[in-house]
Structure formats: structure tokens, C-alpha cells
């Protein structure tokens, strides 16, 4: 717990807003009861990850029936008409996904294939909400991306059978070239503008990749 409350108050330095709680399921009711009354949204997307979805929050936005819902994976649309939903989603007034990595002082670091995940995070939806495992905090920078590198991005891509890169079967990054290659466009976030836009629920738990 101790990293947490240091991670909290260097990201809170940084100008985002910051969450702790114990486990997955504390985090669903931290966002629901919490964080989620107070923003006044009508629409919400996501960006795809693990911890997220560990947490639940996700299925609550689709089924309580309070919000318009911009769906960017759904399976019963082709890749063209994903691509046009996750344009929306940069329109949404809350926008939810998780982070790669984040340093102890109090950056977010991440890697994307397409990059409509960190785009939200850079710009677009009036607020975004990262759920984020203890295991994704590193010391700096360098530690962030090498986490990011070795770790997972390749979890990623072994959890998606559809690909097809080297490091699905080696486990070990070797810059690839390969045309589903998933790691192309990086985002260090330093600071949240405008303050507080950017929420961040840290979870006392090892979740995602």
C-alpha cells in the first residue's frame, strides 16, 4: 500500500486524480459510487484492457441504461465500421481504459497499435478514468518502457490469437516488422490538463498486463 500512496501523491503533483482502492471489486464501486455520479456524462467508450475489464466497470455502463454507449469492439461490426466507433469515441464525455505502465513520479506510459486508446487519453473525451494494477508502477521512464516492451505488450499479443507476430511464439520483443505489429505509437503523459481530467483508480492488486 505504501507504493500506492507515494505513487497517489506524485501523481497527484502532476495534476491528475487519484483514487486507492484494496481489489478489483473496491475499484468497481470507487467508480460507480464514487467517481462516476460526480461528472454529469451522458456518453462513455473505452479503450481496450485487462484491468478494466477485471474490474467490471465496463459491463455496469452497458447494462444500467443511464448512458449512450459507443461500443469500439464490437464483434458484430466489420474492422471498417470499428474504426468509425472508435473516432466516436474520441467525442465521448468519458472515456475508460487502463495504463501500461506509470513511474513513481507520477507519469503514464503507453504503447498502442492503431492509437485510439492513448488519442482519447491525449485528447478528445471531456474526462477519462485509468484502472491500473501496483504492478504496472516502476521507478522512471526507462523501467516504464522496458515493462511496456517486455512484458506487456507481449501478453498482449499472445492473448490475441488472431495476430500474427514473432513474439507471440519467442516471448521476447525483436522489434519486429511485422505487419500486425501492435507496438507503433508511444504516449508519456506528464501532466493532466486540463487538472483533473484525467482520474486515475489505483488497485492494490496485480491486474492486467
Same mark, same amino acid.
Given at each position: 500500500?505504501?507504493?500506492?500512496?507515494?505513487?497517489?501523491?506524485?501523481l497527484? +503533483?502532476?495534476?491528475?486524480?487519484?483514487?486507492?482502492?484494496?481489489?478489483? $471489486?473496491?475499484?468497481?464501486?470507487?467508480?460507480?459510487?464514487?467517481?462516476?455520479?460526480?461528472?454529469?456524462?451522458?456518453?462513455?467508450?473505452?479503450?481496450?484492457?485487462?484491468?478494466?475489464?477485471?474490474? +467490471?466497470?465496463?459491463?455496469? !455502463?452497458?447494462?444500467c441504461?443511464?448512458?449512450?454507449? !459507443?461500443?469500439?469492439?464490437?464483434?458484430?461490426?466489420?474492422?471498417?465500421?470499428?474504426?468509425?466507433?472508435r473516432?466516436?469515441?474520441l467525442?465521448?464525455?468519458?472515456?475508460? %481504459?487502463?495504463?501500461?505502465?506509470?513511474? $513513481?513520479?507520477?507519469?503514464?506510459?503507453?504503447?498502442?497499435?492503431?492509437?485510439? +486508446?492513448?488519442?482519447?487519453? %491525449?485528447?478528445g473525451?471531456?474526462?477519462?478514468?485509468?484502472?491500473?494494477?501496483?504492478n504496472? !508502477?516502476?521507478?522512471?521512464l $526507462?523501467?516504464?518502457?522496458?515493462?511496456?516492451?517486455?512484458?506487456?505488450?507481449?501478453?498482449?499479443?499472445?492473448?490475441?490469437?488472431?495476430?500474427?507476430?514473432?513474439?507471440?511464439? %519467442?516471448g521476447?520483443?525483436?522489434?519486429c516488422?511485422?505487419?500486425? +505489429?501492435?507496438?507503433? %505509437?508511444?504516449?508519456i503523459?506528464?501532466k493532466?490538463?486540463?487538472?483533473k481530467?484525467?482520474k486515475?483508480?489505483?488497485?492494490? $492488486?496485480?491486474?492486467?498486463y
Amino acid at each position: 500500500m505504501d507504493l500506492l500512496v507515494k505513487a497517489k501523491e506524485q501523481l497527484e +503533483r502532476n495534476n491528475f486524480e487519484v483514487y486507492i482502492s484494496e481489489s478489483s $471489486e473496491s475499484a468497481y464501486h470507487t467508480f460507480v459510487e464514487e467517481i462516476l455520479p460526480t461528472l454529469n456524462v451522458q456518453s462513455v467508450s473505452y479503450g481496450d484492457s485487462k484491468t478494466m475489464h477485471e474490474t +467490471r466497470v465496463l459491463d455496469y !455502463i452497458k447494462t444500467c441504461g443511464s448512458y449512450e454507449f !459507443i461500443d469500439t469492439f464490437n464483434p458484430e461490426n466489420d474492422w471498417r465500421e470499428q474504426i468509425v466507433q472508435r473516432k466516436r469515441a474520441l467525442t465521448a464525455d468519458l472515456f475508460l %481504459t487502463g495504463s501500461n505502465a506509470i513511474t $513513481e513520479t507520477g507519469c503514464l506510459v503507453n504503447l498502442d497499435m492503431i492509437g485510439n +486508446r492513448i488519442a482519447a487519453l %491525449t485528447f478528445g473525451p471531456r474526462y477519462v478514468v485509468l484502472f491500473v494494477g501496483k504492478n504496472k !508502477i516502476v521507478k522512471d521512464l $526507462e523501467s516504464a518502457m522496458k515493462r511496456v516492451k517486455d512484458v506487456a505488450a507481449i501478453k498482449n499479443a499472445q492473448s490475441h490469437k488472431n495476430l500474427n507476430v514473432p513474439c507471440q511464439k %519467442t516471448g521476447k520483443c525483436i522489434d519486429c516488422s511485422s505487419p500486425h +505489429r501492435i507496438c507503433n %505509437t508511444w504516449a508519456i503523459t506528464e501532466k493532466s490538463y486540463p487538472k483533473k481530467r484525467i482520474k486515475i483508480v489505483l488497485i492494490n $492488486e496485480d491486474l492486467g498486463y
